[in-house]
């Protein structure tokens, strides 16, 4: 179904009707600018009444509930007892102070909404934003709070496939689908690596040409490599197109080592990059987690995002350094270099990637994570992508960090957090809080 924001603007009669109406119109100016489909009423809703009849035949994703003036909690309640989706209260400021008439008293209207809010659902389970429709702030606010909401609902049309199991001692990786299913809406199979290998098997030459000519034009020097590993590589690449597309899987988790490399002979690594290069994003070790933060940072972006280890802190440059074996996506590479082709650099086998990533001024640090007691929580920093050559055999990104990158470090192994990390290549620290905000998670944010 289409993703629906409903516009619900409330108040009493009462107040001072032409600013209200003024405030109205700017309202809706703005919520279209943000989202071109908003639904919007014809006027103020002035009764409980007039809310209920709005509201009947909608199915809202998200619910933006402004008090154009004041009302009641029974207002806002008309809204709870309908629907379970997120809700963006805002509060307009009052437009004049000059010793005369209180004009709206929006401000109040939403401490009785937010009061009706939390009686329903807990405290703190919506979001909130004060102020008028021109200001920047506001707006920022109400296009985080939609692209949440937005990422929120395709969630609970995705489908993950964990390709095979975590390595011993990778166990934070590993996931329930029961538990990804009630938590995040998401769907989780689970195959054994053995049959996409045995699939791979399968492929002729011929029926591997395709893919194998795709790959040859998004990588640099595949031809270096030797020609058994080429052909495997092609015909791996195809088993796995094939099963994502055939099964409408939007994300895997994929088992590597030891298996490709002892019993395949050819590392999973590249084809995992491609995929990514495709935005099917692709973890490998087995990292259900880390695939879902892929995910979600690919579904703010439109964009590849990098997934790895943090290997190296510089405190003075303010920078920490992010690297894997080499299944980075393609489209991530430096445009000095290309998406060089390497072999692993503990296996000696190929291919694999092996380059440095290209800068950004904007970048966010990502993971979806699990405290030690179990309960789903959310890891974000901000920052930028140095330009740094490559770093270590394989792929690496080297990320500046708004906040101290030496707290960062110190903190996340302190706190339990997981040893892989996403990079997104956009600010989207907001929308990714708002996001657990939404999913009733922890969030630590620097």
Same mark, same amino acid.
């Given at each position: 179904m289409k993703f629906q924001v409903v516009y619900v603007p409330i108040g009493v009669g009462t107040y001072e009707m032409v600013t209200a109406h003024e405030q109205f119109d700017k309202s809706i100016s703005l919520l279209k600018s943000a989202y071109e489909d908003v639904v919007v009423?014809?006027?103020?809703? =002035?009764?409980?009444?007039? *809310?209920? +009849? $709005?509201? %009947?035949?909608?199915?809202p994703d998200l619910v933006i509930l402004q008090n154009i003036t004041f009302a009641n909690a029974a207002y806002a309640s008309e809204v709870l007892r309908r629907f379970s989706c997120p809700i963006l209260l805002w509060t307009l400021r009052e437009p004049v102070i000059d010793g005369g008439r209180l004009r709206s008293n929006s401000l109040t209207g939403a401490y009785s909404a937010a009061n009706a809010i939390c009686a329903f659902r807990g405290a703190g389970n919506f979001e909130h934003i004060y102020g008028a429709a021109d200001e920047e702030q506001v707006k920022a606010k109400v296009s985080a709070t939609i692209a949440a909401a937005k990422v929120k609902k395709e969630l609970t049309g995705l489908k993950?496939?964990?390709? !095979?199991?975590?390595?011993?001692?990778? !166990?934070?990786?590993?996931? =329930?689908? @029961? +538990? *990804? =299913? %009630?938590?995040? !809406?998401?769907? =989780?199979?689970?195959? +054994? @690596?053995?049959e996409l290998i045995n699939k791979a098997k399968a492929y002729t030459d011929e029926e591997c040409a395709a893919d194998l000519k795709e790959a040859q034009e998004k990588v640099v020097g595949l031809s270096k490599m030797p020609e058994n590993n080429v052909k495997d590589f092609a015909r791996l690449y195809k088993?796995?197109? %094939? $099963? *994502? !597309?055939?099964n409408k899987i939007g994300a895997i988790s994929s088992r590597c080592w030891p298996d490709f490399f002892t019993e395949f002979g050819t590392p999973v690594c590249m084809v995992l990059s491609l995929l990514n290069a495709m935005n099917v994003p692709a973890s490998c070790e087995a990292d259900v987690y880390g695939a879902l933060s892929m995910y979600i940072g690919t579904a703010f972006t439109g964009q590849s995002t990098f997934f790895g280890d943090p290997v190296a802190m510089d405190e003075k440059e303010g920078s920490i350094t992010y690297w894997h074996c080499g299944m980075a996506a393609c489209d991530l590479a430096r445009c000095d270099t290309g998406a060089e082709v390497g072999v692993h650099p503990n296996r000696k086998i190929g291919p694999v990637m092996d380059f440095g990533c290209k800068a950004s001024d904007e970048a966010t640090i990502f993971r979806v994570g699990?405290?030690?007691e179990g309960k789903f929580r959310f890891f974000i920093a901000e920052g930028s992508v140095m330009d740094k050559p490559k770093q270590f055999n394989g792929a690496s990104i080297v990320v500046k960090t708004d906040a101290s990158a030496e707290k960062i470090v110190k903190d996340t192994i302190k706190n339990g957090w997981e040893p892989h990390y996403v990079v997104i290549y956009k600010k989207v620290a907001e929308e990714l809080e708002i996001l657990g905000n939404m999913l009733g998670l922890e969030v630590i944010r620097y």
């Open positions: 009423p014809e006027d103020i809703l =002035l009764t409980v009444d007039a *809310v209920a +009849e $709005y509201l %009947s035949d909608k199915e993950m496939s964990a390709i !095979g199991h975590t390595p011993q001692g990778f !166990g934070f990786g590993r996931a =329930l689908d @029961a +538990e *990804v =299913l %009630s938590t995040f !809406g998401v769907t =989780l199979e689970a195959i +054994e @690596a053995r088993a796995y197109k %094939s $099963y *994502v !597309g055939e699990r405290t030690p």
